[in-house]
C-alpha cells in the first residue's frame, strides 16, 4: 500500500516543498496562450443521492481552491439526472457542508435539470446528423455486443434505423409512450473503438420516476456522460476538473462537445482522495445507515463532512489536510492519521483547556479543612497567551481517573498515584497516598490522601518531587456528562478490497464506547456546540449536536492527543 506521508502544500507529484501542481500549470499555460482570454470558469458537481465525504473534501478545496487563486469563477452543479435515488434533503446537506467548509460558489447554484431541454435539443441534432438512435434491445443484449478491451463489439440491429424513425421514437420516448427498459437513445460512434467508452454508449434512458425539481415533467432522463459535458459547455466553464477514473471517458467528453460545435470547455482529471480504513462509496455509506450500523450520514464515525463535523472535527483542519494531501496525477492511499494530524495541529493552538474526569473514583483529602472551598487559577490555553485563566474549584473531595491508580504492578515507570507515591494535581497541590478502600469485588472504590499546603502550583516551597501530574474534578461543584468515544469504524485497512468477503465483514464492533456519569469541571456548562474543547491528558472534545439537550451534556471525542491507535 502506497501510503502517504505529511507533505508540503500543492507538492502533489513535483519535487520540493515550493512546486506548483500539474493542474496550476495546465491552467498557467492555458492563460498564456490566451484561452477564453485567460478566464477560469470551475464546477463542483456533486449527486444529491448522498451526504459528502472526505473524498469530495479534496475536490472542492481543488475546484473552488483553483478559482480562487485566479481570482475567477466556481459554479456548484447538481448532477440531478437519477430521480429514482436523488433527494432534496442531500441538496441541503450539500450546501451547508460546503458553506462550512468557507466556500462559497460566486459562480451561482445551477442544477443538470436546468440543461433538461438544452440537452433533449441536443440529442436531437445529433439524431438528425445520424450520429445518434433509438435501440429496442434488452440491456443484457446491449451488454453483450460491447465486446472486450481486445475484442471489437458488434454493432446493434437498430443502429441503421432511419432517421426520421429515431426522431420519432425519442420524441415518443419523451412523451411516455414506451416502457422503462423498452428503448434507448444511443450515441452512434465506433463499436470497434479502442476506447469501450466509444462504442455507441448510452444517452437516453426512460424512467417514470418523481423528480426531486422537475416533478413529472420528464420520463426520460440523460446518463452522466451526455449531461456532464454539454452541461459545462452550457456554463461556461474552462476547466472541468474531476477524478481519475473519468480519464477514459475524456474522449467521449470531446467528441460530444465537437459533433455538437458548442462551447469547448475540457476535461482533466486527478487522483481521487482514498483513506486506509475508510469506506469512500455513497453507495455502501448509505447501507451502513440503512442497516443501522451507524445512526445516520452525520454518524461521528463516519466519513461524511456532517459526521467529521459533529465528532469535532473544525473546517480549518479538513482544509489542511486536502492542502498537505496535495493534487496528484497517481491514485494513492492516504494514511488516516494525517487527517487525525491535521485536526490536533489545529485545535491544540484553538482549544479552550478543560479538566474533565471520564471513568471516576472518589479522591478523600483528609487533611483538607472539612467545608472549605477555594478558587485556583489555570490557563486557558498554554499555546495561546491572550486566551487568558479560569478559576477552578478545590475542595476536600475530588475525583481522579480510576486508572490513575495502581495498587499492584507498580515499577519505575509507573508516574500516577500509589501506595508510597506523591502525585502533583493540576492547577493544584501535591498529594501524597494515605490508604484505599475497596468493594467485595477488589474495585477500588476511594482514596485516601494527605495534601501539602505549601505545594500549590506556582508557588510550591515543598521540596517534594512528584513525577506525576494528573487531572482532577471537585465533587462538589462536578457536573455530569456522557461522553462518547470513538475508534475507527474498520478494522481492516482496506475494506473493500476483499474479492471473497464484503466490507461489513470489517466494521468494528468496539467502534463506539459511551461512557455515562462522567465528571467535569462546571466551566463545561458554558460550552457550545462547534466549539473545541481539550480534555487535560484525554484528547479533543466536542458537544454532540444532535444527543444534547438542554442539561444535558453530551460530548464526543473528536480525536486523542497522540495516535495512539494499534493495528
Known amino acids: 500500500m502506497d501510503a502517504a506521508k505529511p507533505n508540503k502544500v500543492g507538492?502533489?507529484?513535483?519535487?520540493?516543498?515550493?512546486?506548483?501542481?500539474?493542474?496550476?500549470?495546465?491552467?498557467?499555460?492555458?492563460?498564456?496562450?490566451?484561452?477564453?482570454?485567460?478566464?477560469?470558469?470551475?464546477?463542483?458537481?456533486?449527486?444529491?443521492?448522498?451526504?459528502?465525504?472526505?473524498?469530495?473534501?479534496?475536490?472542492?478545496?481543488?475546484?473552488?481552491?483553483?478559482?480562487?487563486?485566479?481570482?475567477?469563477?466556481?459554479?456548484?452543479?447538481?448532477?440531478?439526472?437519477?430521480?429514482?435515488?436523488?433527494?432534496?434533503?442531500?441538496?441541503?446537506?450539500?450546501?451547508?457542508?460546503?458553506?462550512?467548509?468557507?466556500?462559497?460558489?460566486?459562480?451561482?447554484?445551477?442544477?443538470?435539470?436546468?440543461?433538461?431541454?438544452?440537452?433533449?435539443?441536443?440529442?436531437?441534432?445529433?439524431?438528425?446528423?445520424?450520429?445518434?438512435?433509438?435501440?429496442?434491445?434488452?440491456?443484457?443484449?446491449?451488454?453483450?455486443?460491447?465486446?472486450?478491451?481486445?475484442?471489437?463489439?458488434?454493432?446493434?440491429?437498430?443502429?441503421?434505423?432511419?432517421?426520421s424513425d429515431n426522431l420519432r421514437l425519442f420524441r415518443e420516448m419523451r412523451e411516455g409512450l414506451h416502457g422503462e427498459g423498452s428503448m434507448v437513445l444511443r450515441a452512434k460512434i465506433d463499436m470497434a473503438h479502442s476506447n469501450m467508452h466509444m462504442r455507441d454508449p448510452l444517452m437516453y434512458r426512460i424512467k417514470f420516476a418523481h423528480h426531486h425539481r422537475t416533478g413529472d415533467a420528464w420520463c426520460i432522463y440523460p446518463m452522466y456522460d451526455f449531461a456532464h459535458g454539454q452541461s459545462d459547455s452550457i456554463e461556461g466553464i474552462t476547466h472541468s476538473l474531476c477524478s481519475l477514473e473519468f480519464e477514459n471517458h475524456r474522449p467521449l467528453y470531446d467528441w460530444y462537445i465537437q459533433q455538437l460545435g458548442i462551447f469547448p470547455s475540457k476535461q482533466r482529471e486527478f487522483a481521487r482522495l482514498n483513506l486506509n480504513f475508510t469506506i469512500m462509496s455513497k453507495r455502501k455509506l448509505l447501507r451502513l445507515v440503512e442497516e443501522g450500523v451507524v445512526d445516520g450520514w452525520d454518524d461521528p464515525r463516519m466519513p461524511t463532512i456532517s459526521g467529521l463535523r459533529r465528532r469535532g472535527y473544525s473546517a480549518e483542519s479538513i482544509r489542511e489536510f486536502c492542502d498537505r494531501v496535495g493534487v496528484a496525477k497517481r491514485n494513492n492511499v492516504i494514511d488516516v492519521s494525517l487527517l487525525e494530524f491535521a485536526l490536533r495541529n489545529h485545535l491544540n493552538a484553538s482549544a479552550m483547556r478543560a479538566?474533565?474526569?471520564?471513568r471516576p473514583v472518589k479522591v478523600v483529602v483528609t487533611n483538607y479543612p472539612d467545608g472549605q472551598l477555594e478558587w485556583l487559577p489555570t490557563e486557558n490555553n498554554p499555546e495561546d497567551s491572550s486566551s487568558g485563566t479560569r478559576q477552578l474549584p478545590f475542595g476536600r473531595e475530588i475525583f481522579i481517573e480510576s486508572d490513575d491508580f495502581k495498587v499492584e504492578g507498580v515499577n519505575k515507570k509507573w508516574f500516577r498515584l500509589a501506595p508510597g507515591r506523591s502525585v502533583r494535581l493540576k492547577s493544584a497541590y501535591i498529594i501524597t497516598y494515605v490508604d484505599h478502600m475497596e468493594d467485595t469485588d477488589g474495585n477500588v472504590t476511594e482514596i485516601h490522601v494527605e495534601y501539602h499546603p505549601n505545594s500549590k502550583s506556582g508557588s510550591d516551597t515543598s521540596g517534594i518531587k512528584a513525577k506525576g501530574t494528573l487531572h482532577w474534578v471537585e465533587c462538589q461543584h462536578a457536573v455530569d456528562a456522557e461522553v462518547r468515544l470513538y475508534d475507527r469504524l474498520f478494522l481492516d485497512e482496506n475494506p473493500d478490497g476483499h474479492k471473497d468477503k464484503d466490507f461489513m465483514d470489517f466494521v468494528n464492533p468496539k467502534s463506539l464506547e459511551v461512557l455515562k456519569n462522567c465528571k467535569l469541571e462546571p466551566s463545561l456548562t458554558e460550552a457550545k456546540v462547534g466549539q473545541p474543547w481539550q480534555f487535560t491528558r484525554l484528547g479533543y472534545f466536542t458537544l454532540d449536536s444532535k444527543l444534547t439537550q438542554n442539561d444535558e451534556l453530551v460530548f464526543n471525542r473528536a480525536v486523542t492527543l497522540k495516535d495512539g491507535w494499534k493495528g
Open 11 to 163: 507538492e502533489g507529484d513535483e519535487k520540493g516543498p515550493a512546486s506548483r501542481h500539474f493542474i496550476q500549470h495546465i491552467i498557467d499555460a492555458d492563460r498564456e496562450s490566451g484561452l477564453h482570454d485567460g478566464r477560469v470558469h470551475t464546477r463542483f458537481p456533486p449527486e444529491p443521492n448522498g451526504f459528502l465525504h472526505i473524498g469530495h473534501a479534496k475536490a472542492i478545496a481543488v475546484n473552488f481552491g483553483l478559482a480562487e487563486e485566479y481570482k475567477g469563477v466556481v459554479n456548484l452543479r447538481f448532477d440531478d439526472t437519477n430521480p429514482v435515488k436523488e433527494e432534496t434533503k442531500y441538496v441541503n446537506a450539500i450546501r451547508r457542508d460546503i458553506e462550512w467548509l468557507g466556500f462559497e460558489w460566486n459562480g451561482g447554484e445551477h442544477y443538470t435539470s436546468d440543461h433538461f431541454e438544452t440537452l433533449f435539443e441536443y440529442a436531437v441534432k445529433l439524431i438528425e446528423q445520424d450520429k445518434a438512435y433509438v435501440d429496442e434491445q434488452k440491456a443484457e443484449d446491449i451488454a453483450s455486443q460491447k465486446g472486450t478491451p481486445t475484442t471489437a463489439g458488434s454493432s446493434s440491429p437498430f443502429r441503421d434505423r432511419p432517421v
Open 355 to 358: 479538566m474533565a474526569v471520564l
